[in-house]
């Protein structure tokens, strides 16, 4: 069974910064787009930024470009999100997920639906 384990959460001042790490147990870390969604009190989960299986592309949503950057070592089975110039409406849980891809699909975008999700950090960021 697979497993998707985040760490790095905390509370953090606006304009910190944080790393988040997520770990894929399995073999098959490297088939799989990773992606970081994050839901807010009230608010729907929303994919936050997400990368290909072999890290050649990325997507971001557009509240967090510039300030979040995606990536993943496949030797590690592991997929960072590194947070720079955080804001107070940055606050929420994070969740890591995993989705199967086809070799060919390397967009690097996430379904709606990912076929694994981790268990969430919390991320809070104060004013």
């Known amino acids: 069974q697979v497993q998707v384990v985040e760490s790095g959460g905390g509370l953090v001042q606006a304009g910190g910064s944080l790393r988040l790490s997520c770990v894929v147990s399995g073999r098959a870390f490297g088939a799989y787009t990773m992606g970081w969604f994050r839901q807010a009190p009230g608010k729907d989960r929303e994919v936050v930024a997400s990368?290909?299986?072999?890290?050649?592309?990325?997507y971001y949503d557009d509240s967090v470009k510039g300030r979040f950057t995606i990536s993943r070592d496949n030797a590690k089975n592991t997929v960072y999100l590194q947070m720079s110039s955080l804001k107070p409406e940055d606050t929420a849980v994070y969740y890591c997920?995993?989705?199967?891809?086809?070799?060919?699909?390397?967009?690097?975008?996430?379904?709606?639906?990912?076929?694994?999700w981790g268990q969430g950090t919390q991320v809070t960021v104060s004013s």
């Open positions: 997920a995993a989705a199967q891809r086809e070799p060919f699909d390397t967009r690097g975008t996430m379904p709606s639906r990912p076929d694994y």
């Open positions: 990368i290909s299986q072999s890290g050649g592309n990325t």
